[in-house]
């Protein structure tokens, strides 16, 4: 067709854009198609999680630390300097140890906030680190109100950047075990290029107690150290992608499923965790060791091909308010590998969705 026009209704004033078939991407359909409103086209994408190097296999082993500047591990050892900012901790609990045998009970109410200091003269310089990373027990975490537990960067005694909720890191319903959190610097979106201070809050809105639980080995990670490795999907900053599945596929040496295993090997200590991030922070994340932590959450397929190596396929249909990445936003999805997955003998996982055009 020769241009394109549009019809303006005589009385409502309705626009109606019409296009050819060829420029809808409706090349099949005859004659021309007329819409009131505008009209969504997408070509379709087959994209592998990739770490930062390019790479897809997942099969590592990311059981490392990496080099790290620690904060606090429960008064075990002589650190960064711990204090009571408002409400009541225990910074040397014995109830409790990730390590050692102490670590730090959390505040009980609302508010209750605990400082940890660097000690020596100085400040230091954030880009010398990629994450904070630590453990924590939850005892209970109440899903009445809000609750959460906030950590805040902090330069000469003032707030820098946003506070992070712990809450985006880890899997609060797994309670009565160490697990493992680690926060991207970037996350707390601070300008300053220096710190000094880590400051850590309780959150408890509304009904029901505030989280329990214990904190140990608070540190950062040095940056180009290592550590745990991330396989994303991100969309070009002027792309909007529509993510429908994600597929993992997973080649092991066992023949049939088991619950406490993970993709045919023995279950994960730290947990591989699946992220939904923007942004402005995380959305929503999703922390598993086993195939038994996979199965319950909603919307999850699980097939198993048996022979000398069996091949394991896990399918994730993803929830319609998390399936846009739009790249304005950089939002993409992470998939976190923090373990040794090095005895697989492949593992890889793809999404399947597509690249949104509005016409």
């Known amino acids: 067709m020769a241009g394109s026009f549009k019809l303006i209704g005589a009385n409502d004033k309705v626009v109606s854009s019409v296009h050819t078939p060829s420029e809808s991407g409706l090349g099949n359909l005859p004659g021309l198609v007329a819409y009131t409103h505008s009209l969504e086209t997408g070509t ?9 190097t390019g790479s897809i296999d997942q ?12 904060v606090h591990d429960g008064g075990d050892t002589t650190l960064w300097t711990a204090n009571t900012e ?8 014995t109830t409790q140890a990730n390590t050692g045998s102490q670590s730090i009970e959390l505040g009980t109410r609302n508010g209750d906030t605990a400082s940890f200091t ?19 027990f939850v005892t209970s975490w109440p899903n009445s109100g809000s609750k959460d537990v906030t950590i805040q960067l902090h330069l000469n005694g003032a707030s820098i950047g946003t506070s992070v909720n712990l809450s985006a890191y880890i899997d609060t319903s797994l309670q009565d075990t160490w697990q493992l959190f680690e926060i991207p610097l970037v996350e707390f979106q601070t300008v300053s290029s220096s710190f000094d ?18 904190l140990d080995d608070i540190a950062f990670v040095q940056a180009g150290t290592g550590g745990v490795t991330t396989f994303k999907i991100q969309p070009p900053l002027d792309e909007v992608w529509v993510i429908n599945r994600i597929k993992w596929t997973s ?8 619950p406490s295993e993970f993709f045919g090997i023995a ?9 939904f991030r923007s942004k402005k922070g995380t959305l929503s994340s999703f922390t598993a060791q086993n195939f ?3 199965a319950r959450f909603a919307n999850t397929t699980i097939d198993i091909i048996s022979g000398t190596n069996s091949i394991y396929e896990v399918y994730f249909d993803i929830a319609g308010e998390l399936q846009t990445l739009d790249g304005a936003k950089e939002q993409s999805i992470e998939l976190i590998v923090r373990d040794d997955l090095s005895s697989m003998t492949e593992f890889v996982a793809a999404m399947q969705g597509y690249s949104r055009k509005i016409v």
């Open 86 to 93: 408002a409400g009541t901790w225990d910074f040397a609990s």
């Open 267 to 275: 279950g994960l200590t730290n947990g591989y965790q699946l992220a």
């Open 59 to 70: 099969n590592i082993n990311a059981s490392g630390s990496g080099t790290l500047l620690t």
């Open 251 to 258: 080649v092991a040496t066992n023949s049939s499923i088991k």
């Open 197 to 214: 201070a880590v400051w850590v809050s309780m959150v408890d809105a509304g009904q029901g107690a505030a989280p329990s639980g214990f």
């Open 118 to 136: 660097w000690p020596s003269p100085g400040d230091l310089f954030i880009g010398g680190f990629t994450s904070l990373r630590g453990y924590i």
């Open 292 to 294: 038994f932590d996979i």
């Open 44 to 52: 379709p994408l087959l994209e592998f999680f990739a770490d930062e």
